[in-house]
């Protein structure tokens, strides 16, 4: 057998490092030291005992290994196409640091922090107590995909029957399975930017090509139809959309909607994934239209939503996917030989939670406004600094402002902030407060901020970040 080794690891983010140390065997089990850095820092994997050493240069990182030599550790060429999410990065490092004792402000994940409404709750207990605890079928439970069929009716104006839903452990898995079911290798994924972190990551996990469209902050990043058309070609199979968006929360007006069906009645092979977790987080005037209710695109149109935003059930891992039964059933395939089916317990709360009446009722109104009132706050406070730019959001719980003003400007001990990712770290550093640069989302010219935090905690770190902000030198230029 072989002496014991000891591995050390340097593993970076977004906005820092995590350095990890395994001790050899002589130790006692699983001891592992962590240390993280606010510094970014190359990733790097070392073994002190080796005979033979390798590179592997993907996605701007270079992981160096140095293994025993009958371990063969490359991994796949879809797996190194693909990027770790920034947001996940960044939140599980702000986490670090809290628990730490940094006074760390976390505005980085999409997380309300409201509890789970007690009757969605009381219902996963009572499926607990009740021994509801045994697989479910893999689509679902009945009973939870004819409430699905009949929220979608009277909220959506969408008509299906139970076998063209398909309930996942999240809205996340259920926009994988449809990219992985529907796009051939070379097929081309429309994607408008800003985008949701991973959507260009899905579309390579199915050896598709993510085709990205900008949008502008003076146009509240809404997709130009004229730029669209101009881009679809005959290897165009999807066209995502997200309303109301994250990270923008920019809502699409009907009239535009009705554009873009227009353009993508045209192209025979194009589907549509209609991404609609955040429909119940909207402000008036801003409406919701579902893609799938326009004129000739239910046939066309993969419809997403799920239980996590609006209902602030997050941790309970359940999403759910509609439309043709063709489609969904390739979905359901794939599920059934990864997954299986969601959990049960989460099923009975889910059937709660579509109880609590029309776009959730009063409990998921009371969260609505007081995500208004943040986002009010807000938009007033980052107004008043000069040079930042910004599209007031009419859904979801996020800020996505231009800073870009600031960049070149510099911090004595910290260097120059060149963009949206070392501005973040810099304000991580001198104003302890995590948010997410834009360049993961397709815009280096903004950050996000997400407001799913208490007004008092939000107050404070606009504060700081005034504060930070005012100390870069110059802190305006151009």
């Not at 939870?144 to 139970?162: D, F, M, Q, T, W």
């Not at 902030?417 to 302890?432: F, P």
Request: proline fraction near 6%; aromatic fraction near 8%; include cysteine.
């Amino acid at each position: 057998m072989a002496a014991a080794a000891s591995y050390s690891i340097q593993a970076s983010s977004s906005v820092g490092a995590a350095h990890i140390q395994f001790k050899p065997q002589s130790d006692p089990p699983n001891s592992v030291s962590i240390r993280f850095s606010s510094q970014l820092q190359p990733v790097s994997i070392a073994s002190s005992h080796t005979t033979r050493g390798l590179m592997f240069q993907k996605v701007g990182c270079v992981v160096r290994a140095m293994v025993n030599s009958d371990v063969d550790i490359s991994l796949s060429p879809r797996v190194n196409s693909v990027k770790p999410s920034k947001t996940v990065a960044i939140t599980d490092q702000a986490a670090a640091l809290a628990q730490a004792g940094v006074p760390v402000i976390r505005l980085a994940a999409g997380e309300p922090d409201f509890d789970t409404p007690a009757a969605i709750a009381e219902a996963g207990i009572n499926a607990i107590r009740e021994g509801y605890t045994r697989y479910t079928p893999n689509a679902g439970t009945f009973e939870l995909r004819a409430a699905i069929c009949h929220k979608l009716k009277e909220e959506n104006g969408l008509v299906y029957s139970p076998d063209q839903i398909l309930v996942s452990n999240g809205a996340k898995q259920s926009i994988l399975q449809a990219v992985l079911a529907v796009c051939s290798p070379g097929d081309e994924v429309i994607i408008p930017a800003p985008y949701w972190v991973s959507y260009p990551e899905m579309a390579r996990l199915a050896d598709a090509n993510p085709v990205i469209l900008p949008t502008n902050i003076s146009e509240n990043f809404l997709l130009d139809p004229k730029l669209l058309e101009s881009k679809l070609t005959e290897k165009s199979r999807l066209l995502i959309l997200c309303s109301p968006s994250n990270p923008t929360g920019s809502v699409y007006p009907r009239q535009l909607l009705e554009q873009i069906a227009e353009i993508v009645a045209k192209h025979p092979r194009l589907l549509v994934l209609s991404d609609e977790i955040y429909e119940h987080i909207i402000y008036a005037p801003a409406t919701h239209i579902s893609f799938a209710s326009l004129p000739g695109m239910w046939d066309r149109t993969l419809t997403v939503n799920g239980f996590s935003k609006a209902f602030a059930m997050t941790g309970w891992r359940l999403g759910y996917l509609a439309g043709p039964k063709h489609f969904v059933a390739a979905c359901g395939k794939i599920q059934s030989q990864s997954t299986s089916g969601a959990s049960s317990i989460s099923q009975k709360a889910a059937v709660a939670a579509l109880g609590l009446g029309y776009a959730g009722g009063e409990a998921v109104a009371t969260m609505v406004k007081a995500f208004r009132e943040r986002r009010d706050y807000l938009v007033k406070s980052f107004g008043e600094i000069k040079g930042v730019k910004i599209s007031e959001p009419w859904g979801a719980f996020y800020l996505f402002m231009d800073f870009s003003s600031f960049y070149g400007s510099k911090f004595d001990g910290f260097g120059v902030i060149d963009g949206s990712e070392s501005l973040c770290r810099y304000l991580l550093d001198k104003a302890q407060v995590a948010l997410v640069p834009g360049d993961a989302f397709g815009d280096n010219t903004c950050i996000r901020i997400s407001y799913a935090e208490s007004l008092g905690i939000l107050q404070e770190a606009a504060s700081r970040i005034k504060a930070a902000l005012s100390s870069l030198k110059p802190a305006i230029h151009g």
